[in-house]
């Protein structure tokens, strides 16, 4: 076994997390430079779920936990936004 065997492992949310903040970009007044940061505390607020390959998971989701992914992913890329104004804004303020 070599650590290429794991190369294909993956957090589910990662790609998803990512599009989702570069589609909201725009809405929010963040640097682009902390959009990285934005993505990082929006993954945070959701559990990790690691996968090999994408439709491993999308299988097995019901409709019901689908709609929910989406919900919550929306709230986290919401909360990270406006948790990196913030933190710019108090940083600012220093």
Request: charged share 25%; hydrophobic share 45%; glycine share 0%.
């Amino acid at each position: 076994m070599s650590a290429s065997d794991f190369e294909s492992i993956h957090n589910h949310y990662e790609r998803i997390i990512f599009e989702a903040v570069l589609a909201s970009a725009a809405k929010y007044q963040v640097p682009r430079d902390q959009l990285a940061d934005v993505a990082c505390v929006a993954l945070n607020r959701l559990p990790p779920r690691y996968i090999r390959h994408d439709v491993d998971l999308v299988f097995y989701l019901t409709e019901n936990e689908r709609a929910h992914n989406e919900v919550a992913i929306a709230e986290a890329v919401k909360y990270a936004f406006e948790f990196v104004q913030a933190r710019s804004a108090m940083k600012a303020r220093s």
